[in-house]
């Protein structure tokens, strides 16, 4: 098969910099105990661990790393067999399964020789219950407190009363924080990791945004990789500083008219967690079509426009109850036609994800609505984040292609 | 010379059709493909041609349409499908093709353009894998299920999905007293439940697939669940192969 040329992105060796001085700090505090370490979901309430000067370390991050360079394959059995079963997310069980075997990919990348050892662990439920059960299982391990949020989801619109239940939340959680860090909180501290963690996210839109270009600017496998900081190191002013960096090639494509996939003929959605074994495989298969993903709600995800400074308990607990994987259908098929119109899509793609309820959406006839709303095709592929026993290559380009084809046909 | 073929290389049979510069059917044949490719292909080609094929446009599809180098082109099987049933019938169709490994489901419109498809390879349910797995376990062989479930006079039902659940249900149903025509029946009954469960059908249906080809009591099931009207074409196995050779003559012609 045809080889595909890329146009490589030159801030790749700033990304590198910035997510190795997020692994080596968290090293360094983990030996040294010159910090303390939280550990915190995705979309947890990792502002609020900064100012009170933990570092913050994200398991999800790490499961996802494990999908990357396909050692969960490795791993996802050792924790199947100690009772988490193959259903559930494999980014819990690649990731305990790692944990048990004593393994860590941090090692080979950055000399790490353990994962951080937490002093707290940190969930909010926002985004699913596994990050309970996952946060569990090391505070068993670990011996360490959980201190998380509950948060309701499949919201129809974020109601105050739910807001004011998370603002309360994330206020009790302060004592507890306090007396783990060792220090108090300062309002002010938490005020100006908010405004940093608000500018990351303006700074990630507009990134994302460039791709509205024709032809994009990057394509979905690009920005799977270069979000990491905006998860790692939001709430830091590295990851803005990198994120300039990386707007202004960007943009330098932009008007130069230079596209992430040569000859740009399809411009695609994806729905859905990305298969993080399979992104290269992926973006060749698309961009061997000439197709470009443009635009995901995945990557869009650690945008957090309602971060207000001035209000920070509750712009924060609104923001982080607004996300996209708490809202109900409704809410999910307005904010994906929205995007759908901005980045200018002919076709959507579903990724039902065997082993993630939560962030696969084509489950409950969106898939079909939506084409019928906005007039485009969908695909539908089925596979999985981190397990690639359910995911089959071969089914997948086909699927693909054949998608395609029927693009240029009708 | 004039001629165009089509060879559509699937997981279980490899299948070649020559057309004429009109898209007539002039030659085909149907082999397994088993584990060398270059071979199955070299059979289907030279049978169906009756020769070399030297200068002769090929369009290859299926599962393995990227290994053939000396094809002209390429199509996945959901297009050289629905092409080759456009052809049978210039109608806004469904085709539901149910292959060794695989099953598809393709909705045409008046022309003949895809409207939307799906593919189920997740596993065995719905497809042939799953009959000749049972067929072998209950110890019937293959030709003689079709026969057999012909002769149920009752309609039990297989609810599971996955070959291994669906040997120990029957097995309790054959304790239970359900005679061996009535599981065959069953078995069938199952593959199209699995195809149904994928897209409605309705309006035109035509099937096609080797199981189809070799079963015929699958289309009697589907003309008794289906509310429309449900065909088969004249060669069901060879819809595929038949749609490249099309594609072929139009893309090379
Ligand atoms: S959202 Fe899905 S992938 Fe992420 S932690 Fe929850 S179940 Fe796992």
């Given at each position: ?410 | ?36 490719y270059q071979k199955a292909v070299e059979e289907a080609l030279g049978t169906a041609l009756g020769g070399k094929w030297d200068g002769i446009p090929i369009l290859s599809t299926g599962y393995g349409r990227h290994s053939l180098e000396f094809a002209s082109g390429t199509k996945t099987e959901i297009a050289c499908h629905a092409r080759g049933a456009f052809a049978y019938v210039p109608r806004a169709l469904t085709l539901v093709d149910i292959g060794g490994q695989d099953n598809k489901v393709i909705k045409l419109d008046d022309k ?142």
């Open positions: 098969m045809q080889e595909i040329k890329r146009v490589a992105i030159k801030a790749t060796t700033q990304f590198k910099a910035v997510m190795a001085q997020h692994f080596l700090e968290l090293d360094e505090a983990a030996r040294t105990k010159n910090k303390k370490v939280a550990w915190c979901s995705s979309v947890g309430p990792a502002e609020l661990a900064l100012s009170l000067g933990f570092l913050v370390y994200y398991y999800e991050n790490h499961a996802a790393i494990l999908g990357t360079n396909r050692t969960a394959m490795d791993y996802i059995p050792i924790a199947n067999a100690h009772g988490y079963s193959p259903d559930i997310c494999s980014y819990l069980t690649s990731d305990i399964g790692a944990y048990l075997k004593g393994e860590t990919p941090l090692t080979k990348a950055y000399g790490i020789e353990k994962i951080p050892r937490p002093d707290v662990l940190l969930y909010n439920t926002n985004q699913c219950r596994e990050v309970y059960d996952w946060v569990n299982f090391y505070a068993k391990e670990f011996k360490v407190p959980v201190v998380g949020i509950n948060t309701p989801r499949t919201q129809r619109q974020v109601r105050d009363d739910v807001v004011q239940s998370v603002t309360a939340q994330l206020e009790e959680m302060v004592p507890q924080l306090e007396e783990i860090a060792g220090r108090p909180f300062d309002i002010d501290e938490f005020r100006e990791v908010l405004a940093t963690s608000r500018e990351c996210s303006r700074l990630w839109e507009e990134v994302l945004g460039t791709a509205k270009a024709k032809p994009s600017t990057i394509t979905f496998s690009d920005a799977c990789i270069h979000m990491g900081p905006a998860v790692v190191m939001r709430g830091r002013k590295e990851a803005n500083e990198y994120y300039r960096i990386l707007l202004a090639e960007l943009k330098e494509r932009v008007e130069q008219g230079i596209g992430a996939v040569e000859g740009e003929r399809h411009r695609f959605y994806w729905e859905g967690m990305p298969i993080w074994g399979k992104l290269r495989m992926m973006s060749d298969t698309f961009g061997r079509l000439k197709a470009c993903v443009s635009v995901s709600t995945y990557c869009s995800s650690w945008v957090f426009s309602g971060f207000d400074p001035k209000d920070p308990f509750q712009s924060m607990a609104r923001a982080y109850c607004s996300i996209f994987i708490g809202q109900d259908d409704v809410g999910k098929e307005d904010y994906i036609a929205e995007k759908v119109e901005q980045f200018s899509i002919d076709g959507l793609i579903f990724h039902d994800a065997k082993t993630c309820p939560s962030n696969t959406n084509c489950r409950y006839g969106m898939a079909d609505r939506l084409s019928e709303r906005l007039g485009i095709p969908h695909l539908t592929i089925n596979g999985d984040l981190n397990d690639l026993r359910c995911f089959s290559e071969e089914q997948t380009i086909t699927n693909i292609e054949a998608f395609v084809e029927q693009i240029e046909e009708s | 010379m004039g001629l165009y073929a089509g060879i559509d290389i699937g997981s279980c049979t490899t299948k070649a059709v020559v057309v004429d510069q009109e898209g007539n059917m002039v030659g085909s044949h149907v082999c397994r493909s088993g584990i060398d003949g353009h895809r409207l939307d498809f799906r593919m189920n390879r997740k596993c065995a349910a719905g497809t042939g894998t799953f009959i000749e797995e049972i067929a072998t376990r209950i110890g019937i062989p293959l030709e003689q299920m079709d026969g057999m479930a012909r002769k149920a006079e009752k309609r039990v039902k297989i609810g599971s999905y996955c070959t291994v659940f669906a040997q120990t249900e029957i097995l309790s149903l054959i304790r239970a007293g359900v005679s061996p025509e009535e599981v065959a029946r069953g078995v069938f009954e199952s593959v199209v439940d699995r195809v149904m469960e994928m897209i409605p059908l309705a309006d035109l249906v035509m099937l096609c697939g080797g199981v189809v080809a070799h079963n015929p009591v699958v289309v009697d099931i589907f003309k008794a669940r289906v509310s429309g009207e449900v065909i088969v074409p004249p060669h069901p196995q060879l819809t595929g192969a038949y749609g490249a050779a099309l594609i072929a003559r139009e893309s090379f012609g």
